[in-house]
């Protein structure tokens, strides 16, 4: 059996986080929400859920997913596989055995949820999103040759990769900078097909003008900072 992990950064996701627990598949060794600094009861619903919550009070996805991680890295037995994916019911937890599959199969490094249109409800990403996803993935292609088409955030890796990766970012640039260093570091990785439906509650980054200018000016800068090293 593959020893997972999967982590959850959770900003006020009360209302989503234990549906999210509770239909990740039992394979999963463990289940790590990072509370991310929320004010309602997403910390008192992860606990019910029999997550693990851990407590860290800057505000940034990278800050929560490194919280994540640094606790993983005190653990006396490594994970094999992490499996990063959102607490606002956006994705399909079910859907964990499908992503980690060319993991397992093929022994591939890095696998990223793809997001395609014929699979997502109609409304669950903006405008805004669907434009940055395309801006950032043509970019890559053209500096790197990738064949990513999504930043999607339900992606999984494997742990001794992950560490490789020296994941810096504490915000909107998480999921890019680990797909730019993926390429640079010429790890193995695929996309596999996900489903994806309007999530509970307003988004942080792409239901805001401020959020959605940010994660832009992010996503763009950890690009071109790659495209010329």
Request: net charge positive.
């Amino acid at each position: 059996m593959m020893n997972i992990n999967v982590i959850i950064p959770a900003f006020n996701e009360a209302d989503s986080i234990g549906r999210v627990i509770k239909e990740l598949p039992k394979t999963v060794s463990e289940i790590i929400v990072v509370n991310n600094n929320s004010t309602d009861d997403t910390a008192a619903n992860a606990e019910r859920a029999r997550a693990t919550v851990l407590t860290e009070k800057r505000k940034g996805y990278g800050y929560a997913c490194l919280c994540g991680l640094d606790y993983i890295a005190k653990k006396s037995k490594a994970p094999d596989i992490i499996v990063f994916i959102d607490g606002d019911y956006s994705d399909y937890p079910e859907e964990l055995d499908k992503v980690i599959a060319p993991i397992l199969e093929r022994n591939l490094d890095f696998v990223v949820g793809a997001r395609k249109k014929s699979l997502r409800e109609e409304g669950s990403m903006t405008p805004q999103q669907i434009f940055g996803n395309w801006l950032a993935t043509i970019l890559m292609r053209l500096f790197f040759g990738a064949k990513f088409t999504d930043l999607g955030p339900f992606r999984a890796i494997k742990y001794e990769k992950l560490k490789e990766l020296e994941m810096q970012d504490k915000t909107y640039g998480w999921t890019v900078e680990m797909q730019l260093k993926i390429l640079k570091k010429k790890m193995t990785y695929t996309e596999v097909p996900v489903r994806y439906k309007k999530r509970i509650g307003v988004s942080k980054v792409s239901g805001t003008v401020k959020g959605s200018i940010f994660a832009g000016i992010k996503i763009l800068g950890w690009i071109f900072k790659y495209s010329i090293k």
